[in-house]
T-cell receptor
């Protein structure tokens, strides 16, 4: 079954305590990304990765780090979490960046993980 | 600054009705406009998408209407069902460099039985 998994699903932590949210996909997708979802703001992209060792900032990268050492994994790292990083986080993957597949006449496929709800006290 | 403005914030329709969700954008470089459906406790799921070279796209009961001159696009759900109750997000991306998706703020749809 094609899927994107995230762990943990729920996390309560305290300010400054480093944490990592893992993301793994089993579809051999090149493109992976992280989003945060906040009420009234929709989803905002944090970081994305075109392939192994290729990552770039999204719209809200401050306070986050990522790595892409293996194609299937794309962990999100909060080195020193703060309360304003309390949010619902989603990882997503696709073969190509969103929109490029349809431009090439291919079917768009994009899968989101189930989400990680983070509370930083 | 919201690059994609979505309305309404919430919507209630009766079963069989046709809810319409609207989105507007400013960046004329956007060339890919997807819609996502999200059920409570789940991640978003790609529902339907359109490129600006067509004015309408249908997939089952879901239709996207696209107005390039007005820089607006909308989602219509024909013969809506209670199972369509979810939050819907529009989004947009450009094809220059590495694409990034920009999302609207979401519309919570409730279809009453």
């Amino acid at each position: 079954e094609a899927q994107v998994t995230q762990n943990p699903r729920y996390l309560i932590t305290v300010t400054g305590k480093k944490l990592t949210v893992t993301c793994s996909q089993n579809m051999n997708h090149e493109y992976m990304s992280w989003y945060r979802q906040d009420p009234g703001l929709g989803l905002r992209q944090i970081y994305y990765s075109m392939n192994v060792e290729v990552t770039d900032k999204g719209d809200v990268p401050e306070g986050y780090k990522v790595s892409r050492k293996e194609k299937r994994n794309f962990p999100l790292i909060l080195e020193s979490p703060s309360p304003n990083q309390t949010s619902l986080y989603f990882c997503a993957s696709s073969h190509l960046p969103p929109g490029l597949a349809s431009k090439l006449g291919l079917q768009e496929t994009q899968y989101f993980g189930p989400g990680t709800r983070l509370l930083v006290l | 600054q919201q690059q994609v403005k979505q309305s309404p914030q919430s919507l209630i329709v009766q079963k069989g009705g046709i809810p319409i969700i609207n989105c507007a954008y400013e960046n004329t470089a956007f060339d890919y406009f997807p819609w996502y459906q999200q059920f409570p406790g789940k991640g978003p799921a790609l529902l339907i998408a359109i490129r600006p070279d067509v004015s309408e796209k249908k997939e089952g009961r879901f239709t996207i209407s696209f107005n390039k001159s007005a820089k607006q696009f909308s989602l219509h759900i024909m013969d809506s069902q209670p199972g369509d109750s979810a939050t819907y997000f529009c989004a947009a991306s450009t094809n220059t460099g590495f694409q990034k998706l920009v999302f609207g703020t979401g519309t919570r749809l409730l279809v009453s039985p």
